[in-house]
């Protein structure tokens, strides 16, 4: 008996040590990219018109919204109406008004699903068009910064999710572009709110990728060209990332990226993908001077410590913008894999 107690104990102790936890071994392999830190502009949702809202409809049988009584969600992206496809507000309206039916079919796609909703328009007394009581955008803008490339052109940027305003809730899609972008300026950060770069889309006719994908960690797709020559460099796993110097890599005018120096005050120890994995400072008595800090845009910006990219900063403290949040590397390279 004792001796197939320590049998097993002995089989225990080898499993451990040569199979370590799947986590912990994922994390401590490294790979080589570019460097980012380049501003981009995000164009989200691009294929379609994105529902926001809900709207009544005065009819002369009194208010109705049709659209609020069907499958229809916010955050929908509308494809099409009776198979046709639309790319503008005007051509949604125009459809509906086509309409030869008392109903109409929208193809609209939610997350990967793409699904028909079939809904009855009223007509409003007042202008005496059909109406669904839908209220939409075409897409969603912004500028951040590219964290990484690789080789074969994938790519990860901003690190963090996107939040539509309008809906309040985070967007969540596999649909939008990329661009060339140039920074223009810069709002410095005030007491409680916080500063933002000021930023131009070079070529809206000309996307240089597409998004395959934007979710909690960031914006990930591939490029339609190779990525211009950068820095290689390797990527560190999160139980490498210490406490202590490193520098950010980030671009407050033009489109040309400057190291500038941080701390990483804190780090999380995290097996699986988390939002805030390092909180980190601003050390920098330039990016201070001109700044104050970190600034909305900024996310994305790549963190290297050791020689090595360690994760991307995500978020800034309003009340304190020499401090701000970064996500691990680990995760944004899990969302390329």
């Known amino acids: ?39 981009i502009g995000i164009g989200l949702g691009g294929e379609g018109l994105i529902v926001t809202g809900f709207v009544d409809v005065i009819t002369d049988e009194g208010a109705a919204c049709p659209a609020r009584e069907s499958d229809i969600s916010t955050g929908d992206v509308i494809l099409s109406v009776n198979g046709v496809a639309i790319g503008t507000i005007g ?11 008392n109903t109409v079919t929208l193809t609209v796609k939610r997350g990967e699903s793409v699904l028909d909703v079939t809904i009855t328009p009223v007509t409003d007394s007042l202008t005496g068009l059909k109406k669904l009581g839908i209220t939409m955008k075409n897409g969603i803008n912004g500028i951040g910064t590219m964290t990484f490339t690789t080789a074969d052109g994938k790519f990860g940027a901003l690190g963090h999710g996107i939040v539509d305003v309008d809906m309040g809730k985070p967007f969540l899609t596999d649909t939008g572009s990329v661009y060339a972008c140039r920074i223009n ?23 240089i990728g ?52 941080i701390e990483i ?33 900024m996310s994305g910006s790549p963190i290297v410590q050791g020689g090595k990219l360690v994760g991307a900063v995500t978020h800034v403290l309003v009340n304190d913008s020499t401090l701000g949040y970064g996500l691990y590397i680990d995760w944004m390279l899990e969302n390329i894999a």
Request: hydrophobic share 40%.
């Open 1 to 39: 008996m004792k001796i197939k107690v320590w049998c097993a104990l002995l089989l225990l102790v080898i499993f451990c040590t040569f199979f370590p936890f799947a986590t912990e071994r994922a994390l401590a392999e490294t790979a080589t990219v570019y460097l980012g830190g380049k501003p």
């Open 185 to 207: 300026g810069y709002k410095r950060a005030g007491e409680g709110t916080a500063g933002e770069l000021s930023g131009t889309f070079l070529d809206r006719d000309k996307p």
């Open 265 to 297: 005050i804190k780090t999380a120890n995290q097996k699986r993908a988390q939002e805030k994995s390092m909180l980190i400072r601003v050390t920098d008595e330039t990016l201070l001077a001109e700044t104050g800090g970190i600034l909305q845009g």
């Open 210 to 261: 597409e998004i395959e994908k934007c979710n909690g960690f960031g914006v990930y797709g591939q490029l339609f060209a190779s990525p211009l020559p950068a820095q290689s460099i390797e990527t560190a796993s999160a139980k490498e990332v210490k406490t202590g110097n490193a520098l950010i890599y980030s671009t407050i005018l033009g489109d040309t990226p400057k190291a500038y120096s």
């Open 91 to 101: 051509d949604f309206a125009k459809m509906i008004q086509r309409s030869q039916n």
